[in-house]
Nanobody, 115 residues
Framework: QVQLVESGGGLVQAGGSLRLSCTASGRISNINVMGWYRQAPGKEREMVATITTGSNPDYADSVKGRFTISRDNAKNTVYLQMNSLKPEDTALYYC?????????WGQGTQVTVSS
């Protein structure tokens, strides 16, 4: 079983920055993909960014050039640096770890961007 604990959400003005962190613990394989997803009210959950253990990132088109995902494999931690935030980035952000044993989710951290 895997536990994911997120931190770093909050309220920020448009144009501002936030950094999310997520630390995984439990039965984690050496090869996995960690990532961030988000869900706004009334919308489906969508992928924001993912990163492999080899640090190969993938981004949603809506965040390319503004968000940067990174990870520390020794700490089983993934980060999401969010710059130039927009009101449409407002959502509950979930951390995800995907490995051969299955997919695990965090509880979510709220990001609110005011205009």
């Amino acid at each position: 079983q895997v536990q994911l604990v997120e931190s770093g959400g909050g309220l920020v003005q448009a144009g501002g920055s936030l950094r999310l962190s997520c630390t995984a613990s439990g039965r984690i394989s050496n090869i996995n993909v960690m990532g961030w997803y988000r869900q706004a009210p009334g919308k489906e959950r969508e992928m924001v960014a993912t990163i492999t253990t080899g640090s190969n990132p993938d981004y949603a088109d809506s965040v390319k050039g503004r968000f940067t995902i990174s990870r520390d494999n020794a700490k089983n931690t993934v980060y999401l640096q969010m710059n130039s935030l927009k009101p449409e980035d407002t959502a509950l952000y979930y951390c995800n770890l995907n490995q051969w044993r299955g997919s695990s989710w965090g509880q979510g951290t709220q990001v609110t961007v005011s205009s």
